[in-house]
């Protein structure tokens, strides 16, 4: 397949966008493994009789809560040592959900 010679030089092709991904994805596996396995597991457990989620605010909170699940079974996939940027986004995320419930 020849490349578009149109296309700037700065321009990636949707293959070099993929291998891109796939770079990221392999680097990221390492130091998470599955943990995408994980996450249901975790949020059955915070929440066994499942949620009801009926306002934009209570989908936002949920959305938070979702992701700060993620990054702490992230961080535990790296225990004892953790993940730094783990630790950093996980106290971002609860300001956000103070933030949310100072709306009340």
Known sequence: MRKDTTMDSDQKTPIECMEEALKTFRERNTSYGDNYHRHGKVMMALF???????????????????????????????????????VHDLGVYAFMLESLHSED
């Open 48 to 86: 066994p009789e499942g949620v009801d989620l009926r306002t934009e605010k209570e989908w936002n909170k949920f959305g938070i809560v979702n992701m700060i699940v993620a990054k702490l079974t992230r961080y535990s996939m790296n225990w004892p040592a953790g993940h730094q940027d783990s």
